[in-house]
């Protein structure tokens, strides 16, 4: 999660959150007009991952929370986001 106290004048990208299935979620997402973005599928060659990073390049994905959306964005973004059913 984010910091509780981010600096003046910081704003987030994106929240990322946890999901049974990171593809079907944003697929539900995007299809709801919702711009969830899949980062970090694939780790990098020749540069072997643990389990806890193979566990989050599957199961984390980005929502947006920038300076861009709206209040009455954000509400909509969050009732999609419980319909999934997060871990």
Same mark, same amino acid.
Not at 5 to 17: A, E, H, K
Not at 37 to 59: C, D, I, K, M, Y
Not at 62 to 84: C, G
């Given at each position: 999660?984010?910091?509780?106290?981010?600096?003046?004048?910081?704003?987030?990208?994106?929240?990322?959150? $946890?999901?049974?299935?990171?593809?079907?979620?944003?697929?539900?997402?995007?299809?709801?007009?919702?711009?969830? $973005?899949e980062?970090?599928?694939?780790?990098?060659?020749?540069?072997?991952?643990?389990?806890?990073?193979?566990?989050?390049?599957?199961? $984390?994905?980005?929502?947006?929370?920038?300076?861009?959306?709206?209040?009455?964005q954000?509400?909509?973004?969050?009732?999609? $986001?419980?319909?999934?059913?997060?871990?």
């Amino acid at each position: 999660m984010l910091k509780p106290n981010l600096g003046r004048g910081v704003c987030p990208l994106f929240l990322p959150i $946890v999901v049974e299935d990171k593809h079907a979620a944003a697929v539900a997402l995007r299809r709801q007009g919702i711009c969830a $973005v899949e980062f970090w599928n694939h780790e990098a060659p020749g540069t072997p991952s643990g389990p806890g990073a193979r566990f989050l390049r599957r199961h $984390v994905l980005e929502i947006p929370l920038h300076q861009d959306v709206s209040e009455e964005q954000l509400d909509t973004i969050a009732r999609r $986001v419980r319909e999934l059913h997060p871990i």
